[in-house]
């Protein structure tokens, strides 16, 4: 069995169920952060707002021979479609229909990027909950939660819940600890990191990515 080949056995059942018999080397991204945990790269992950930029970016990819993350965030692709008006479903099936019309033959994945919960309240985390599902239906094999904004007991509880059902399917983890906010952010340290993660291992999880704050922020900085 050849390395293309290979992959194609390595894809995911929920990716199989919406795509058939395609010949599309989709897979579940925990294997390739196994893989490459060790190795000197970066991984793209591209926010693809705009779906036309994605056949470019796969030809790209297999001229390369570059793993590719197609992702979009709970604000930019919700439930209801966020602010690009693609719903899971559209997002996925965009993103297959176009590896299949470049003849896409290296890896990719599709990542469920900052599942945001904001508050700790019912209808945050159901929220979030749902879309989650939704998401796995679609066809998505990476899945990142956020719950920094809350404090870090409320943060490991919703991020514990919400990643029960990533792990049930064994998919690619990432968490977050540290708010990227506001006009200077929180600053993760050492010991808040060391505590989440650890909480999440006891709890049966293992995370693959930790997203901290180091002190960027989203938007403009003030005078000094």
Do not use: W
Not at 68 to 90: F, H, N, R, W
């Amino acid at each position: 069995m050849n390395g293309y080949e290979k992959l194609l056995s390595m894809v995911p059942d929920n990716v199989r169920a919406i795509i058939g018999n395609k010949r599309l080397p989709v897979v579940n991204s925990r294997y390739v952060f196994d893989a490459l945990i060790d190795e000197r790269v970066i991984i793209m992950a591209c926010n693809a707002r705009i779906p036309q930029v994605i056949p470019g970016i796969m030809r790209a990819s297999e001229e390369l021979d570059a793993v590719v993350c197609y992702e979009l965030a709970k604000s930019e692709g919700g439930i209801d479609g966020g602010y690009t008006g693609m719903t899971p479903k559209q997002y996925a099936e965009v993103v297959f229909d176009y590896a299949e019309s470049v003849g896409l033959t290296k890896p990719f994945f599709i990542h469920a990027d900052h599942t945001t919960v904001k508050e700790n309240t019912p209808e945050a985390y159901n929220s979030a909950a749902a879309l989650n599902i939704a998401q796995i239906k679609a066809g998505y094999t990476s899945f990142a939660i956020d719950a920094s904004h809350n404090p870090l007991p409320e943060n490991m509880d919703i991020t514990r819940r919400l990643a029960v059902a990533i792990t049930e399917h064994g998919f690619g983890l990432e968490v977050e600890v540290g708010e990227i906010a506001g006009a200077l952010g929180k600053l993760t340290t050492v010991d808040e990191a060391v505590t989440f993660i650890t909480d999440l291992v006891d709890a049966g999880h293992s995370p693959n990515l930790l997203t901290v704050s180091i002190g960027s922020k989203h938007g403009n900085y003030i005078p000094g």
